[in-house]
């Protein structure tokens, strides 16, 4: 299992960033192009969505939530016809502003609800970014750019979708079938450290911390101190395995190598759709 080398601080920015590109490249488009990697959407609607999470997200930093909020209502201040041909665009933007205004005012250590692993206002940043990065690659994609993404951003959101995960039931239910006898799966990077092995259970999955297997000590399973085989194995480019998880790259796609249990691993696909 990898663990986060990027600091909240370096979330924060990341969001800025990856919003900005995103503005760039809906900027003067045509918001009625339909989004391939989104088929229910166009590219209006999906900045949409990108933005009112973006703002809901805030709201929930400023408020410290220490509970499931009942309800997603938030003043979203959209755009309306008279506000020009790139209000959206413009209405995106303004939405990262809202979002550096919580960060700034929330210790990243802050305690929060959170419907992942971590109980701190750090997580709904990270959580932020890759909302946002992917958003922003489906965008191009529908727009005909060829997305990039830094291979540290793509490391540690392969981890964070990775981690949160086994606790996305509520809007991914699909995770519910991802159950097993002790098989495996794993995704290792070529182009740097990012090696992450998921064990599925009867109970659920989760990850195998460091990729080792596990052995019984007689209080339970701990790692054996050797990296573990894997029933399905899949290696790529950080990107690539970020788009993979995602759902936005096919496993047989030429740029992924793959070893092992083809079946587990469209098992794995399709119930793991976030």
């Given at each position: 299992?990898?663990?986060?080398?990027?600091?909240?601080?370096?979330?924060?920015?990341?969001?800025?960033?990856?919003t900005?590109?995103?503005?760039?490249?809906?900027?003067?488009?045509?918001?009625?192009?339909?989004?391939?990697?989104?088929?229910?959407?166009?590219?209006?609607?999906?900045?949409?969505?990108?933005?009112?999470?973006?703002?809901?997200?805030?709201?929930?930093?400023?408020?410290?939530?220490?509970?499931?909020?009942?309800?997603?209502?938030v003043?979203?201040?959209?755009?309306?016809?008279?506000?020009?041909?790139?209000?959206?665009?413009?209405?995106?933007?303004?939405?990262?502003?809202e979002?550096?205004?919580?960060?700034?005012a929330t210790?990243?250590?802050?305690?929060?609800w959170?419907?992942?692993?971590?109980?701190?206002?750090?997580?709904w940043?990270r959580?932020?970014?890759?909302?946002?990065?992917?958003?922003?690659?489906?965008?191009?994609l529908?727009?005909?750019?060829?997305?990039?993404?830094?291979?540290?951003?793509?490391?540690?959101?392969?981890?964070?979708?990775?981690?949160?995960?086994?606790?996305?039931?509520?809007?991914?239910?699909?995770?519910?079938?991802?159950?097993?006898?002790?098989?495996?799966?794993?995704?290792r990077?070529?182009?740097?450290?990012?090696?992450?092995?998921?064990?599925?259970?009867?109970?659920?999955?989760?990850l195998?911390?460091?990729?080792?297997?596990?052995v019984?000590?007689?209080?339970?399973?701990?790692?054996?101190?050797?990296?573990?085989?894997?029933?399905?194995t899949?290696?790529?480019?950080?990107?690539?395995?970020?788009?993979?998880?995602?759902?936005?790259?096919?496993?047989?796609?030429?740029?992924?190598?793959?070893?092992?249990?083809?079946?587990?691993?469209?098992?794995?696909?399709?119930?793991?759709?976030?």
């Open positions: 299992m990898s663990t986060s080398a990027l600091s909240p601080a370096d979330h924060h920015a990341a969001v800025a960033a990856e900005a590109r995103f503005v760039a490249a809906v900027k003067g488009a045509d918001l009625t192009t339909q989004v391939p990697t989104c088929p229910e959407w166009t590219l209006g609607e999906l900045v949409r969505h990108t933005g009112s999470a973006q703002r809901w997200f805030s709201a929930l930093l400023r408020g410290r939530i220490q509970e499931p909020p009942r309800s997603r209502d003043d979203l201040r959209l755009p309306d016809g008279r506000d020009g041909d790139d209000a959206w665009a413009d209405w995106l933007a303004g939405s990262a502003a979002a550096a205004d919580a960060f700034a210790a990243p250590d802050t305690p929060m959170a419907w992942g692993a971590d109980q701190h206002a750090r997580f940043a959580r932020m970014l890759f909302e946002t990065l992917v958003h922003r690659v489906d965008a191009e529908a727009l005909g750019i060829r997305p990039r993404v830094e291979r540290a951003l793509a490391v540690d959101g392969v981890d964070e979708f990775l981690v949160n995960l086994p606790y996305a039931g509520l809007f991914a239910p699909g995770v519910a079938g991802l159950r097993g006898e002790g098989e495996t799966l794993r995704f990077s070529t182009d740097g450290d990012g090696d992450w092995l998921v064990r599925l259970r009867p109970d659920g999955f989760g195998v911390p460091d990729g080792f297997g596990l019984p000590d007689g209080f339970g399973l701990v790692p054996d101190g050797e990296p573990a085989e894997a029933d399905a899949v290696r790529g480019a950080a990107a690539d395995l970020l788009l993979l998880v995602y759902g936005r790259l096919p496993f047989d796609a030429d740029v992924l190598e793959v070893a092992g249990d083809r079946e587990l691993l469209a098992r794995w696909v399709a119930g793991s759709r976030f």
